[in-house]
């Protein structure tokens, strides 16, 4: 490898994402190539979705994993989507040691499946769905501060070629979005609110305010309105932890969709430059 394989956020919405990738899914298209690029194809990716939660962390270490219709309501299309995806259980023990190593009471199952904030993502980053995937179910009810605790305890995974991937939503009250129903126009111009909400996280990133980043429920602006609950938020500070302090965290992308739902992308790392420079450029997949 070139350098750290960084760790990634991505938003991805509501399960339509699937169905209309728009200006997130062309991004995401573009990222597994550029990270395949800059670093090679990662060994095996630890997956933390806003979907995937325990009241104690959990590695999802089955064979084998299939998409999970975790929701209802939407496009019956959906149903019909697949990822069918290879685990990694031989990462598993890995990983509970580091996690174990800050006195985590982790848990490993011997189960498999993507819920969908995995596979909407993962079915452009790598469409072939054969990279392997460990889930790793984190503790909604833990701080920022918590998650990011978890994520610096997976930050020598770097070294070995293992992307840590966070999906969620860097904005997300789904009240707001669908207003005018479950399949209403995504082309809206973005609410005031939700503009002012990711420019406090994008300056904030920037700067590496993480005490600030980590009491963004009373200091950002508009921020329990746009995660009336935060677990979508949640994943990026794990992806924030793995990159650790220093780092300076790059914005991958940055796009909104039904007016109010962010679908920004980041990096953190050592080589979260790179992959900013590279993936603007990637050419991307075929449509999946």
Known sequence: MNTLLPSVFVS????????????????????????????????????????????????????????????????????????????????????????????????????GGLDHGNWTALR?????????ILPLAFVP???????????????????????????????????????????????????????????WMFEHSRERDWDALFDYRAQAPHAVQMHPTDEHLLPFYVAAGAGGRDALPERLHSSVTHGWLGMDAYAFGAGAQRLHAIVANAEPRANT
Do not use: W
Request: hydrophobic share 45%; net charge negative.
């Open 141 to 199: 009810t833990d701080s920022p501060a918590e998650q990011f605790r978890l994520g610096e305890a997976l930050a020598p995974l770097a070294a070995e070629g293992v992307l840590v991937l966070g999906s969620g939503s860097i904005t997300h009250n789904l009240q707001r979005v669908f207003e005018r129903g479950l399949n209403g126009p995504s082309e809206l111009p973005e609410a005031a609110e939700s503009a002012a909400f990711r420019q």
């Open 12 to 111: 991805h919405g509501s399960p339509m994402i699937a169905l209309e990738p728009g200006a997130a899914g062309a991004f995401m298209r573009r990222l597994g190539i550029a990270i395949d690029a800059a670093f090679g194809r990662p060994k095996a990716i630890v997956a933390v979705s806003a979907h995937t939660t325990a009241r104690a962390p959990v590695l999802l270490a089955g064979a084998k994993h299939k998409a999970v219709y975790d929701f209802g309501g939407f496009d019956p299309r959906l149903f019909t989507l697949r990822y069918d995806a290879p685990g990694a259980p031989d990462l598993a023990p890995r990983v509970e040691a580091l996690l174990r190593g800050i006195e985590l009471p982790v848990h490993v199952v011997a189960e």
């Open 124 to 132: 452009y980053i790598y469409p072939d769905a054969n990279v392997p």
